[in-house]
């Protein structure tokens, strides 16, 4: 059985970074929990809920799917999910490792070409 932890976040592109910002942090009242101004990405937390949102404008992170927005999947062990994932024959990015954030992530894209991102904490 396959250990889910929860829906982590919905990524969503933006056309205009710094609009989008002041949206969802002066209308929205979203918190930032994480900002990359290099990489024009943006983690939010929203109030009362479990589930996060980012944002981002960095083209290079719409990857090669059809679909722009990405589900972030946190799992209890990634190398568990990427086996199960791969015995069905599911392609399966490569584990990137994000050590000041304590995680390793990698990613699919489902049949009607929605990216998956899946995510679990470094031990």
């Known amino acids: 059985m396959l250990d889910y932890l ?6 969503i592109p933006v056309r205009e970074f710094d609009r989008a910002r002041t949206f969802y942090e002066d209308v929205l009242k979203f918190s930032i929990l994480h900002l990359d101004a290099t990489n024009r990405w943006c983690l939010y937390a929203i109030p009362t809920s479990q589930t996060a949102v980012a944002i981002y404008s960095n083209r ?4 090669e799917s059809p679909s722009q927005t ?5 799992v209890k062990d990634l190398n568990q999910m990427i086996h199960y994932l791969q015995i069905h024959n599911i ?3 490569p584990i990137r ?5 304590n ?3 990698s990613g ?3 049949p009607s070409g929605n990216v998956w991102r899946i995510w679990s904490r470094s031990t």
């Not at 490792?97 to 954030?101: A, I, K, S, T, Y």
């Open 60 to 63: 290079e992170m719409a990857g």
């Open 103 to 105: 995680f390793r992530i």
């Open 108 to 110: 699919f894209i489902d």
């Open 97 to 101: 490792f994000h050590e000041q954030e």
């Open 70 to 74: 990405r589900l972030v999947l946190e």
């Open 6 to 11: 929860g829906l982590t976040f919905a990524e």
């Open 91 to 93: 392609e399966v990015e």
